[in-house]
């Protein structure tokens, strides 16, 4: 199994690429260091457009992308585009894969 990232060496400057008002990026280790991914958590709409200020009450996305590469939607808001769960051989291919998705 081949990784698409380090973890000491991620550059969350790629995933300012997303098309998407709000970009959040955080590691996860849950399952340890040879399980990690990285967590995203987007929305479509700006911060200040949020009702109440609860990110929840966006148009958003939590998207999980492992350390081998597979993208899995966690959770999604409502009037939001739905996401297949696959497999990217790179960052960049899964910040295309995701733009490609949350623009239909």
Avoid at 21 to 45: F, V
Avoid at 63 to 73: H, L
Wanted: charged share 30%.
């Amino acid at each position: 199994m081949e990784k698409i990232f380090d973890i000491d060496k991620a550059d969350f400057k790629d995933f300012q690429a997303i098309k998407a008002d709000y970009i959040s990026a955080k590691i996860s280790l849950i399952g340890g260091r040879e399980n990690a991914s990285i967590i995203l958590y987007l929305s479509m709409d700006k911060k200040e457009s949020w009702i109440n200020g609860i990110y929840h009450n966006s148009r958003y996305y939590i998207i999980d992308i492992s350390i081998n590469g597979d993208i899995e939607v966690y959770s999604r808001g409502q009037n939001t585009n739905k996401i297949r769960k696959c497999r990217k051989n790179s960052i960049p291919e899964a910040i295309e894969y995701i733009n490609k998705n949350i623009e239909k």
